[in-house]
């Protein structure tokens, strides 16, 4: 039997509006090592995405926060940015030792909706 965790990939924005900045739900992420993001985007918004961590935020078992924690962004090796037009993409995190993570979407101008998926697993 296998001690790897098991994390089924899940969505993190449904049909959100792109038309303002927002913030995704927290992940708890302990004990996985790479994480990415599929994100996909109808219409013609610009902004841009990033994902930041926090070793501080903490929450109970029924997911009420209990400390909302201090974060920050992680260097991204690509632009994650919408350029204008529908499209899709993903952002890979290669290797994180962070316990919480979140997706954030800012707007810039335009408008659309997005869907986001967040996957992992241990290297």
């Not at 995704?24 to 996909?40: F, G, N």
């Not at 994180?96 to 290297?123: D, E, F, P, Q």
Request: proline share 3%.
């Amino acid at each position: 039997m296998s001690s790897r965790p098991l994390f089924t990939p899940y969505q993190v924005f449904t049909n959100a509006s792109m038309a303002a900045s927002a913030t995704s739900a927290v992940t708890i992420i302990k004990m996985l090592s790479q994480i990415s993001y599929d994100i996909s985007w109808t219409g013609a918004p610009t902004g841009t995405f990033s994902v930041q961590v926090s070793d501080t935020y903490t929450q109970d078992g029924q997911g009420n926060v209990l400390n909302a924690g201090d974060w920050t962004t992680l260097p991204l090796s690509g632009a994650a940015a919408t350029g204008g037009a529908a499209g899709n993409g993903i952002i890979d995190i290669l290797a994180t030792g962070s316990y919480a993570m979140r997706l954030i979407y800012t707007a810039g101008s335009g408008s659309g909706t997005m869907n986001a998926t967040i996957s992992g697993k241990v290297a």
